[in-house]
């Protein structure tokens, strides 16, 4: 039988398709008699399950992070859909394709990589530029910078998640540098790009996204602060000051103490990171709420327990009226973007860079 995407199962829908156990938890009825909690996820989307019966038995046989082959049913159970499992039975990861269970960004990584060499190549402070470099040059980091997510499940929830966080902060910051004058672009910009390193090893993302045991003891600002402290003392003649506010940047972006912020911002180019990177963090939350907790027929979405909302879904546009505006803002940008070389190659590696990686460290 063909893969069953959960984003197209409905109501009564019989289920017998593969699908990877993101969260599984023992639980006691009313009656004594012990179920399952499960949570299901594949690229298109993520949904509860409930396992009623054999749970003893079935509890060995597969694990979180497993792969499993589910028979059973889609349910809506107070305005949300479930799986009702009625067999399970795991499965070997050589019989999978792995690109149906991870969701990816919607943006082709090659593109956002072009993106990214073009943002590098316009930072003009040789300091923040070599800095860059050094970034750029290790594989091994950027192999994560373009893979990893940019949350476990707030924003960006994808691979390639971060890199494309961090692009549209940039972009926003673009956007907001001629409105103020005075602004170091450059500071701003290289900011919005490391902001969130540490999340490269904050988060584990080869199969079901999660913390790792660094990312749930020091978290992904302390890691970040680690890392770049290790690019910086490669180079010596880095003004002090400058590194000074680049850290600060780092420390302070999430603005408030009670959001795990060790720092409150204290210059106007962390003020506007914090609010920019808050700013698409939320957008993008928001739209990803929309897209999957909207009934069929209704405006509303489901309650937002982060937001404590509900959100509306319509916008005053009817479908032709959308199409046309989002056809002339996408002219629009496009127009606007500077030209570049087409990357070389795609995939999770750093080729497109090898050039501007040893022009920036020379």
């Known amino acids: 039988m063909s893969k069953q995407f959960i984003a197209d199962l409905k109501d009564r829908d019989a289920v017998s398709s593969v699908f990877l156990v993101k969260e599984k938890t023992l639980a ?204 910086l003392n490669s180079i010596p003649e880095f003004p002090r000051e400058l590194s000074m506010l680049l850290k600060h940047m780092l420390l302070a972006h999430h603005g408030q103490y009670e959001y795990g912020s060790p720092k409150r911002p204290k210059t106007v180019e962390a003020t506007i990171l914090h609010y920019l990177d808050d700013m698409d963090s939320k957008i993008n939350g928001i739209r990803t709420h929309l897209e999957k907790d909207v009934a069929e027929g209704s405006q509303w979405s489901g309650y937002h327990r982060l937001y404590n909302l509900y959100f509306y879904n319509g916008n005053g546009m009817d479908a032709e009226e959308e199409l046309s505006a989002a056809t002339e803002e996408s002219v629009a940008i496009v127009a606007a973007m500077p030209k570049a070389e087409k990357p070389r190659r795609s995939g999770f590696d750093n080729k497109p860079f090898a050039g501007l990686q040893q022009s920036l460290l020379d």
Not at 202 to 218: H, I, K, P, V
């Open 28 to 231: 006691v009825a009313r009656n004594g008699k012990p179920y399952m909690n499960l949570k299901f996820m594949d690229k298109s989307g993520e949904m509860d399950g409930k396992l009623w019966d054999q749970v003893d038995e079935l509890d060995k046989v597969f694990q979180k992070g497993d792969f499993v082959k589910i028979r059973g049913a889609a349910s809506l159970y107070m305005g949300k859909m479930q799986l009702v499992v009625k067999a399970i039975s795991k499965l070997a990861e050589d019989e999978l394709e792995m690109a149906d269970f991870v969701p990816v960004s919607p943006v082709p990584l090659a593109q956002m990589q072009q993106e990214l060499q073009q943002v590098v190549q316009s930072i003009k402070n040789p300091h923040l530029a070599k800095l860059l470099g050094l970034f750029m040059s290790d594989e091994q980091f950027f192999s994560c910078y373009c893979k990893a997510p940019a949350a476990k499940g707030m924003h960006h929830v994808y691979l390639g998640g971060l890199l494309e966080h961090s692009l549209s902060v940039v972009r926003l910051a673009d956007a907001v540098v001629p409105l103020y004058p005075g602004l170091n672009r450059d500071l701003l910009v290289v900011g919005a790009l490391l902001h969130d390193l540490g999340k490269v090893a904050e988060l584990s993302y080869q199969r079901a996204f999660d913390y790792t045991d660094e990312g749930r003891l020091l978290g992904h600002i302390s890691i970040g602060m680690e890392m770049l402290q290790e690019k």
